[in-house]
Nanobody
Framework: VQLQASGGGLVQAGGSLRLSCRASGGIFNINLMGWYRQAPGKEREFVARINSGGSTYYQDSVKGRFTISRDNNAKNTMYLQMTSLKREDTAVYFC????????WGQGTQVTVSS
């Protein structure tokens, strides 16, 4: 199983970005996918997750600003729409998928400038 994350970049505070994560490797259904992030000098922290039924859960600091979703046609593709970005959202964002174990993507950098 491989996870490919994309969509990071440099954005001004208040702006938006959409991250994508695609899982491949002959899998047909992933129960749980989500995102973590790691800022410089800090531990990796949970951001959001979504299950195969569409139920979502968010870290408090991103509620109302971030939206996690899965592609209706390609269930192994996940998105994180980030709006009203703040400087403290700057981090490397990692997607993950839970099957028999947890698989991680390579990370995509999000930098929010003031």
């Amino acid at each position: 199983v491989q996870l490919q994350a994309s969509g990071g970049g440099l954005v001004q505070a208040g702006g938006s970005l959409r991250l994508s994560c695609r899982a491949s490797g002959g899998i047909f259904n992933i129960n749980l996918m989500g995102w973590y992030r790691q800022a410089p000098g800090k531990e990796r922290e949970f951001v959001a997750r979504i299950n195969s039924g569409g139920s979502t859960y968010y870290q408090d600091s991103v509620k109302g600003r971030f939206t996690i979703s899965r592609d209706n046609n390609a269930k192994n593709t996940m998105y994180l729409q980030m709006t009203s970005l703040k400087r403290e959202d700057t981090a490397v964002y990692f997607c993950y998928a839970e099957l028999t174990r947890t698989y991680w993507g390579q990370g995509t950098q999000v930098t929010v400038s003031s």
